[in-house]
């Protein structure tokens, strides 16, 4: 029978072994810049998703305290679309956001003819 690994010994070997490869692509240039830009949108896409997952709270809170009253129809309650999540000064992070925004515009109007469909 095998002798079981040592874990904690891997483990440690296994983060040793990620922190030299980090190191050597930190040390070049267009690599750590890559990595920068990547780290940069991956912090602006988290952020996006934050602000979203709050709105569908407060929404459905909301929903939840404005059910059975009169007058308060789903498309009133609806929160208003989630704005830009941070400040950059990345082309590439600029384009992505614009065609995220023209992507909400344009899901925004299919919404309304989908539930006249199902209807």
């Known amino acids: ?17 990620w922190q030299e490869q980090l190191s050597a692509l930190g040390a070049e240039g267009e690599m750590a810049e890559s990595i920068a830009k990547s780290i940069e949108l991956m912090n602006v896409l988290a952020a996006a998703f934050a602000n979203m997952a709050e709105s569908a709270a407060v929404k459905a809170r909301d929903n939840d305290h404005d059910e059975g009253r ?31 925004a023209q992507l909400e515009k344009r899901i925004a109007k299919l919404e309304p003819a989908s539930k006249k469909r199902r209807k």
């Open 70 to 100: 009169p007058g308060n129809s789903a498309e009133a309650s609806r929160t208003a679309p989630v704005g830009p999540a941070l400040k950059h000064s990345d082309p590439v992070v600029d384009q992505l956001t614009k065609r995220i």
């Open 1 to 17: 029978m095998a002798e079981t690994p040592d874990l904690d010994a891997l483990a440690r070997q296994y983060l040793d072994l």
